[in-house]
């Protein structure tokens, strides 16, 4: 394996994580977010009015930026085997400040979007900033995010950075995802290992992921978030077929922006589950299909993961 960036001490893993030092590296990095998510698609002209902005509004100025002041948690890039693609392959991994073994934590799986790398919620959409600035304002609860490699094919040497096959994020990388990915996590840290405590979410082909995976085991997840849905999102009848099912969810998050030429698809599945009656938060801003849409709506949902 080629030498990677030494970690700083201030950066090293708290002592309950063993993974081995080889396989932990630090992700630096913090481009500005707001750009068209994965160079997917360019923001038309609004399509709808905006939907639930009163409880939802605008993230307040400075949310996503990095204050001097407030603890960080650690983003390290993580290295395993997977051995249902054979391939080495590497995931992202949030832990929360003062990470601790003396408790357990809940999880985030977030899934990003076609043609990207898990830096688009890392870097671009400044997920780990946001979380930071919130858990110091006590409002979101500790918690532990997983940013996987989407694309099935992606190693640890090649990313796949702008690969667009979308047979890559499909049955291969849900297979990942449930039989590598999560042992990993629940075999290398801190965490709890049930459905109440484990959370799936995405960005455009990520939310597709989430969704098709989530809802179709909804024994391993007990949230389900998604922004900006793509159209490898399974139809609404296909991914709800049993709507009284969803009722088990302790937080299902739709959202889109009303710019975003994909709107059809998060759109199409919130006037289903209205029609079958099943809880849902909706929320529909004024962004395009890009990483603005992504901050706000995890700013939002995050405060609500995991609450009793």
Not at 39 to 44: D, F
Not at 54 to 69: E, H, K, L, N, S
Not at 137 to 161: C, H, R, W, Y
Not at 245 to 269: C, E, H, T, Y
Request: charged share 20%; proline share 8%; aromatic share 8%.
């Amino acid at each position: 394996m080629r030498s990677r960036t030494p970690v700083p001490q201030a950066l090293v893993l708290f002592g309950s994580l063993v993974v081995p030092p080889s396989m932990v590296y630090a992700q630096t990095g913090v481009p500005a977010a707001g750009v068209p998510a994965g160079g997917c698609c360019a923001a038309v002209a609004p399509q709808a009015p905006e939907e639930n902005m009163a409880a939802y509004p605008v993230p307040p100025v400075g949310f996503d930026v990095a204050r001097d002041d407030t603890p960080h948690g650690d983003l390290k890039v993580v290295e395993y085997d997977s051995k249902t693609l054979g391939l080495r392959r590497l995931m992202r991994v949030y832990t929360p400040p003062g990470y601790s073994a003396d408790r357990k934590y809940p999880v985030l799986y977030l899934q990003h979007g076609l043609g990207n790398t898990s830096t688009e919620w890392t870097q671009r959409a400044k997920a780990p900033i946001i979380a930071d600035n919130l858990l110091a304002d006590g409002k979101m609860l500790p918690m532990i995010i997983v940013f996987p490699s989407g694309n099935a094919t992606a190693t640890v040497e090649d990313q796949k950075q702008g690969d667009r096959t979308n047979e890559s994020y499909g049955a291969a990388y849900e297979n990942d995802l449930l039989k590598e990915i999560i042992p990993f996590v629940e075999s290398h840290y801190s965490v709890y290992a049930d459905r109440a405590h484990r959370a799936i979410g995405g960005m455009s082909m990520g939310s597709g992921q989430a969704l098709n995976i989530g809802l179709s085991h909804l024994d391993l997840f007990g949230s389900i978030t998604e922004v900006a849905a793509a159209p490898n999102t399974k139809a609404p009848p296909d991914l709800v077929p049993d709507p009284a099912a969803l009722k088990q969810l302790k937080l299902f998050w739709i959202a889109s922006g009303n710019r975003d030429p994909l709107m059809r698809v998060s759109m199409g599945l919130h006037t289903f589950l209205l029609e079958k009656g099943v809880p849902h938060i909706w929320r529909l801003d004024g962004n395009g299909h890009d990483t603005a849409v992504m901050s706000a709506n995890f700013y939002h949902f995050s405060q609500k993961l995991f609450r009793d």
